[in-house]
């Protein structure tokens, strides 16, 4: 993930997510029902236009019964935006709002018809759930990989000040899958356990990809074995350091460490020094 900044247009431009090359996007529109019949509750989430949990767990449940009985297969996939936490401390919350309903609108676009997109926190977090009725393993990984390319190509522009804006790209996203065939689960929560199991795997893995429940094989949207991010600069000149291959991955850890130059070549210096007395020791 990178910003570049740029001048503030007249007028500013809507935050949104478009695929490099587009021009236009299609606003979140509310989903079927998107209030209750009976209280007027809001049944989608405002920021996005996806379902919120409580109507997703509804739409979900009913494909789950409807897919015991005819029968057919069923897949579930859990997506997490990477490292979305660092677009809100670097960038602003709005600049974070902007990313978060980019990429609800991909994963509008890749679910099909009747595919059934929720927000995984109610109205808050970066995690997203899938239910994709009358869909195998092999399909749902398809839908996975499309998502990933589709995020991936996505340039983002965002007011970080009144008087300043940025475009950010590069933005990936972790995934697991779980699908079901012969044997469907009594309850949706046995298949929401073993895809947030699997996506726990792709997270722990390095993030970027997709990772099967069940499997111990990570699938990068690239086929290549699982990508650790590497020390990159950002907009600003600072130094960014993802410590996912450092550190053991705990729900508190730390994902990246951001130094100015200075404090990066300091860490250089320090880290070169005890390297060398560590190979002097040695010998």
């Known amino acids: 993930m990178t910003a570049t900044p740029r001048p503030l247009p007249q007028p500013p431009p809507p935050a949104n997510g478009l695929p490099r090359g587009d ?31 409580r109507r997703w767990n509804h739409d979900a449940s009913q494909a789950l019964l409807q897919a015991r009985h ?23 919350h709005p600049a974070g709002d902007a990313v978060l309903r980019a990429a609800a609108t991909a994963l509008r676009q890749h679910s099909g018809e009747r595919g059934i997109v929720g927000r995984y926190g109610g109205h808050t977090g970066d995690e997203f759930l899938i239910l994709l009725p009358d869909t195998n393993l092999d399909g749902a990984l398809a839908v996975a990989q499309r998502i990933q390319t589709h995020i991936s190509s996505l340039s983002v522009q965002a007011m ?15 995934m697991g899958v779980a699908a079901c065939t012969d044997l469907i689960p009594g309850d949706l929560s046995e298949l929401l356990l073993e895809c947030d199991v699997a996506l726990r795997d792709a997270k722990r893995s390095g993030g970027n990809q997709t990772c099967v429940a069940g499997s111990p094989a990570a699938l990068s949207h690239h086929g290549r074995s699982p990508v650790v991010d590497e020390v990159h600069r ?3 000149g600072d130094v960014c350091i993802p410590l996912a291959r450092y550190l053991r991955a705990t729900p508190s850890a730390p994902r990246s460490l951001v130094l100015s130059p200075e404090s990066a070549q300091r860490l250089h210096a320090d880290l070169t020094g005890v390297l060398g007395q560590l190979v002097r020791a040695d010998r």
């Not at 005819?70 to 602003?92: Q, S």
């Not at 970080?160 to 972790?174: F, L, N, P, R, Y």
């Open 23 to 53: 021009t236009q996007q299609e606003e979140p529109s509310p989903g079927r029902g998107s209030r209750c019949p009976a209280c007027q509750t809001p049944l989608t989430d405002e920021l996005t236009g996806v379902l919120d949990r």
């Open 70 to 92: 005819r029968p057919w297969p069923l897949a579930l996939i859990l997506v997490d935006l990477d490292r979305f936490k660092d677009i809100n401390d670097l960038y602003g």
């Open 160 to 174: 970080t000040s009144c008087d300043s804006a940025v475009t950010i790209t590069g933005q990936t996203v972790s």
């Open 234 to 236: 950002l907009a600003d």
